[in-house]
């Protein structure tokens, strides 16, 4: 089955600086990748996915980059606020049947202000 | 997207008794998930649960521990059955929908349960 690795665990950044988290898949089938936030206290909320037709998307401050040949994908978060300080994780779904991700072990970002 | 709530929010209970978490969404689907989340761990999947069919339970998940009911396309229910301080974690629902060009999953707020 899918296996997803993700890096850091730990991530501690300045406030404005930029956060960047690292995952690796080994599914080749897998061709949907989310990634969500969990806040203490509440549920992963998803806060952007790509598809493996497409290497980047952006969306305000956050980005996801996706190299389907070296199968790993990147959280890219610029000018990082204290209310980014999360847990995030990233996950992989393979194409065809149920839509069932697997998860990274999270990665805990701290953001100083 | 979906908005999904869950009750209770947090519990505390004694060891050997059971809780149902209940978990209600705003709009009708057909796939609904139960995960735990260990502390500081990552999701892991319980089962799957379909308006009309028996769930599907992920190794090391059994129907006896974790029984669900789904009796319709906007509500499920997870028991912890005879529980122990093991069974401490965060449960989650989260349903899967429709996001564009693919589906999705959302998930609930999560359920706190601790096992004295």
Redesign the interface.
Known sequence: GENVEQHPSTLSVQEGDSAVIKCTYSDSASNYFPWYKQELGKGPQLIIDIRSNVGEKKDQRIAVTLNKTAKHFSLHITETQPEDSAVYFCAAVASGGSYIPTFGRGTSLIVHP | ?AV?SQKPSRDICQRGTSLTIQCQVDSQVT?M?WYRQQPG???T?IA?ANQGSEATYESGFVIDKFPISRPNLTFSTLTVSNMSPEDSSIY?CSV?KS?G??????????T?LTVL
Request: hydrophobic share 35%; charged share 10%; no cysteine.
């Open positions: 997207s999904i796939m998930f761990q990552s999701l999947l799957t989650l899967e996001g060009a693919t589906n999705t999953q959302y998930f609930g707020p999560g706190r």
